[in-house]
T-cell receptor, first 116, second 107 residues
């Protein structure tokens, strides 16, 4: 019973390139959350998605960042024209229900993005 | 805007000692979560506290929630080196995290 799978684990991009981060939730979980963690910081909420819907994107930067969770396949966090400040660890979490969960959330191992 | 504050942010303690980490949050929330993160690793769920007065214990860790005071505590009893990690509290459905408490347990 696989947990939340994120890939790649490490991603290096040059400034101006695009980064695509993938997240496959726990089987049966239809709610996905993305977080960004800067070194020595807590996790910052970015976006909450259900299948084919963005529920809350209040934490997403207005430009260059987008997220999707299609009917089939993993959730994708896309960062266009990356800059050095985008270097961080990006974590995905899933849960069987949305909103205030009694079960907590299962986190993936993260993707560590380095922009050079 | 919901704010979550943890203190202390850094905690160095000796094995065998007791200590408490505090988590304050700024608006009403009925659920509070504690997570542990080892360096370079993902987050491991420790406790989900669902109601006022909830207390949960696992090994040397005990968490409690006072929704009226908007305060949760994570109490460490007789610390051991294996507890060295960063501990985060989080609230609300989207999980708003505190900055974390980096715990180092020394022999």
């Amino acid at each position: 019973n696989a947990g939340v799978m994120q890939n790649p684990r490490h991603l290096v991009r040059r400034r101006g390139q695009e980064a695509r981060l993938r997240c496959s939730p726990v089987k049966g979980h239809s709610h996905v959350y993305w977080y960004r963690q800067l070194p020595e910081e807590g996790l910052k909420f970015m976006v909450y998605l259900q299948k084919e819907n963005i529920i809350d994107e209040s934490g997403m930067p207005k430009e260059r960042f987008s997220a999707e969770f299609p009917k089939e396949g993993p959730s994708i966090l896309r960062i266009q024209q990356v800059v050095r400040g985008d270097s961080a660890a990006y974590f995905c979490a899933s849960s069987p229900i949305g909103g205030l969960s009694d079960y907590g959330y299962t986190f993936g191992s993260g993707t560590r993005l380095t922009v050079v | 805007e919901l704010k979550v504050e943890q203190n202390p942010l850094f905690l160095s303690m000796q094995e065998g000692k007791n200590y408490t980490i505090y988590c304050n949050y700024s608006t009403t929330s009925d659920r509070l979560y504690w997570y542990r993160q080892d360096p370079g690793k993902s987050l491991e769920s420790l406790f989900v506290l669902l109601s006022n007065g909830a207390v949960k214990q696992e090994g040397r860790l005990m968490a409690s929630l006072d929704t009226k005071a908007r305060l949760s505590t994570l109490h460490i009893t007789a610390a051991v080196h294996d507890l060295s990690a960063t501990y985060f509290c989080a609230v609300d459905g989207d999980l708003i995290f505190g900055k974390g408490t980096k715990l180092s347990v020394k022999p």
